[in-house]
């Protein structure tokens, strides 16, 4: 790779030498080192950061207004370069009483075996080490046979090692074997791939757990892996962006966005239950608290009420002031597990709410109302093409609020419709006929008995 690299930097600092400088080569220029670095598997931010240093010193009067522009470039370029590959340590940190373990991986063909060799040559020659070489690699045939002749050839010994053995299994007995005969290092050559895979990132932990390492040693075998630098940037970027998407839109939600659903006005029509929270007194408290107080008290509501419905299995897709938006998506027909686990959560919200009044006797108690109905809602994105948020609209979505808005009418934290109530299998209490707001007639409302 870095053979490869010299080549193309050659060349495009090759042909600016030959030109007049002026802003725009130079731009070009840059453009095409971009590329190769990109090309080369340089994380994108750090090419970014590196190419910016470049311009703001390649455009300024050092360069432009040099005795010899070309030549002021290329050293501006070599400068930048030698700051991002920075100083480094490459003494190996020895442990105190057990082998220090050193593991090579890679892609095939980029001198893993041959560069064991050369370690346990120089560790046994001009450190004064005694190093133990053990080949993990069962993918190659000719690998175990390779590495056992690189050692006779250098005088170095090797741990014997079988093709019908598994990786793991190698390495554990040679790091026993080490241990009990007192090597200083032992060295492992592990299978290469045609292209960095989960495969082989799984072998490696395998191997890395299999023998124990402390924390000191998986940082110094992280150091000597250059090559998986690009590969754990993409997992750790795919991990954290999973990890925000579920956290600040919800796991049904986040997965939508992850799989590319986000066409404005996509959207599926969903038979779900409905939730529809809300804190008694809002506009009140935020007055007559401080607001850090208040926060406090948000937060502990939030934590009751959308705590229950995660906990149960629900989804929460909206928090709109201090209302809670959330489905329990019903699958197929059967719509009495959904039921069930809505007035779970339900139960589960109160009884957090209790208790956390009763664990705060001098503070503002926490109050709600909890509305609950079952129907169908339109589930997607809504808003402009710039901005949209996934959510449910629909009649069904609004009746539940209606609902929910007839908990202080009746004086309950809980009321549930009479959709809701004919599918659920349980015992509710009936609280009467009532006429919602915006909703055509009336129907019998319930609560929890």
């Not at 956290?247 to 590319?260: I, K, P, Q």
């Amino acid at each position: 790779m870095f053979q490869a690299l010299t080549r193309r930097f050659t060349d495009i600092l090759g042909g600016i030498t030959r030109k007049k400088i002026t802003e725009g080569n130079i731009r070009d220029t840059l453009r095409e080192i971009r590329v190769a670095l990109l090309e080369a598997d340089v994380a994108f931010d750090v090419v970014k950061e590196f190419l910016e240093k470049v311009e703001k010193e390649a455009l300024g009067e050092r360069v432009l207004k040099g005795v010899n522009p070309a030549q002021q470039f290329i050293s501006v370029v070599y400068e930048e370069m030698a700051k991002l590959m920075g100083p480094v340590d490459d003494h190996i940190r020895f442990q105190k009483g057990v082998p220090t373990v050193v593991l090579l991986a890679g892609l095939q063909g980029s001198g893993k075996t041959t560069t064991c060799g050369k370690l346990a040559l120089l560790l046994k020659t001009e450190l004064r080490r005694r190093p133990l070489l053990v080949a993990a690699d069962i993918q190659r045939p000719a690998a175990i046979d390779q590495l056992a002749t690189l050692a006779k050839s250098l005088g170095v010994e090797i741990f014997p090692s079988d093709p019908s053995q598994k990786p793991v299994e190698i390495a554990r007995s040679a790091l026993d074997w080490a241990r009990r005969h007192f090597y200083d290092v032992l060295i492992v050559d592990t299978a290469g791939r045609l292209a960095i895979d989960e495969a082989m990132m799984a072998e490696v932990r395998a191997i890395l757990a299999a023998g124990g390492f402390s924390t000191d040693h998986l940082g110094r075998v992280f150091e000597v892996l250059p090559a998986l630098a690009r590969h754990f940037e993409v997992f750790a970027q795919r991990r954290t962006a999973v990890t925000l998407l579920k956290t600040y839109l919800g796991h049904r939600t986040g997965e939508r966005v992850l799989a590319g659903q986000v066409k404005h006005g996509d959207g599926e029509h969903i038979h779900s239950v409905i939730w529809f929270s809300d804190l008694r007194g809002s506009t009140t408290l935020s007055k007559s608290m401080p607001q850090d107080a208040y926060l406090a008290l948000l937060n502990r509501y939030f934590d009751c009420l959308a705590g229950a419905v995660i906990k149960t299995g629900g989804e929460v897709l909206r928090f709109i002031g201090d209302a809670v938006l959330a489905i329990f998506p019903i699958s197929g027909t059967d719509s009495r597990e959904a039921c069930l686990r809505a007035i779970e959560a339900a139960k589960l919200a109160c009884q957090c709410v209790e208790e956390g009044n009763r664990a705060r006797p001098g503070e503002t108690p926490v109050r709600f109302g909890i509305g609950l109905h079952l129907g169908d809602v339109t589930y997607g994105n809504i808003g402009v093409r710039d901005r949209l948020e996934f959510t449910v609209i629909g009649a069904s979505a609004n009746e539940a609020a209606r609902v929910e808005s007839m908990c202080k009418t009746l004086g309950r934290s809980v009321v549930i419709s009479s959709a809701f109530a004919a599918a659920y299998p349980g015992q509710l209490a009936s609280l009467g006929r009532h006429e919602l707001k915006d909703v055509e007639g009336s129907q019998e409302l319930f609560t929890l008995p």
